[in-house]
């Protein structure tokens, strides 16, 4: 006699069964650490790194010996002496008469070019003119004497130059 056709015959296979029930207690699992909060097997906050037993930190000392800010005046800038390799520089717009006229119309403040006239670097230069402050991208220098330039141009053609020496040891 021949089997019939509408009789369905089921098997089931030990290692998908394994498998399914694994995922199922892993998802129960995430339900319940879901609801009461669980602590289990988890990451650990990482203590910042103590460089001896006495808790002192450490700091990179490369990146504290190459970068340095320099503030500038618009009065005669003394020379600087740095160990840096590369310096920024930050400070007010200068001339005074031209600053105050740029707040006008007239006399509009259209460029701020810094240049290390040494090795020819032509920083960027980033100015807020609501507080009539301006900062440069780190400029690198040459061992030796370095003659940054500052130069302001303002609407109609007024500049504004001054020239800093940076002695970099």
Known sequence: MAPSRNSRSYKINPVEVAIFS???????????????DHKGIGPTALAPFTGSATGES?????????????EIRCAATADQ???????????????PKHVAEAKS????????????????????????????RFSTDYIPL?????????EFTFEGGKTFTQTLSVQKN
């Open 142 to 150: 040459n061992p030796g004497k370095n003659t940054i330039q500052l």
């Open 22 to 36: 694994i995922v199922t207690l892993i998802f129960f699992n995430s339900i319940y650490n879901l609801f009461y």
């Open 81 to 95: 002496e740095v160990n840096a390799a590369k310096v920024r520089l930050a400070g007010p717009l200068c001339d």
């Open 58 to 70: 450490r700091a990179p000392a490369a990146a504290s010996q190459s970068f340095q800010n320099i």
């Open 105 to 132: 119309e007239s006399s509009k403040l259209l460029k701020t070019q810094v240049l290390n006239m040494t090795n020819k670097f032509s920083a960027t230069v980033f100015t807020d003119l609501s507080s009539d």
